[in-house]
Nanobody, 123 residues
Framework: QVQLVESGGGLVQAGGSLRLSCAAS????????MGWFRQAPGKEREFVAA????????YYADSVKGRFTISRDNAKNMVYLQMNSLKPEDTAIYYC????????????????WGQGTQVTVSS
């Protein structure tokens, strides 16, 4: 089992920045690929970013490419999402996920989820 706890969400003005953190415990963290997804009201959960266990490969949704950066610290069992140049359309609940697969950009590919953290971007 893996437990994931997100933090760092909040209210920010358009153009601002936030850094989300995801703390993992339980199963060996280094063996897991990690991802961030988000879900806005009335919409399906969508992929934001993912990172392989080694941190050597990262993947981004086109909508956040160039603005968001995913990273991980395996020594601390942490994953981060640095979000810059935030837009009102980035408003959503952000979820951290862990997968035993090589990599996945679909929510069905993830085995474990956190409870989510709210990000609200005002215009």
């Amino acid at each position: 089992q893996v437990q994931l706890v997100e933090s760092g969400g909040g209210l920010v003005q358009a153009g601002g920045s936030l850094r989300l953190s995801c703390a993992a415990s339980g199963r060996t963290f280094m063996n897991l690929a990690m991802g961030w997804f988000r879900q806005a009201p009335g919409k399906e959960r969508e992929f934001v970013a993912a990172i392989r266990w080694s941190g050597s490969n990262t993947y981004y949704a086109d909508s956040v490419k160039g603005r968001f950066t995913i990273s991980r610290d395996n020594a601390k069992n942490m994953v981060y999402l640095q979000m810059n140049s935030l837009k009102p359309e980035d408003t959503a609940i952000y979820y951290c996920g862990a997968t035993k697969a090589f990599m996945s950009m679909t929510s069905r590919g993830y085995d474990y989820w956190g409870q989510g953290t709210q990000v609200t971007v005002s215009s």
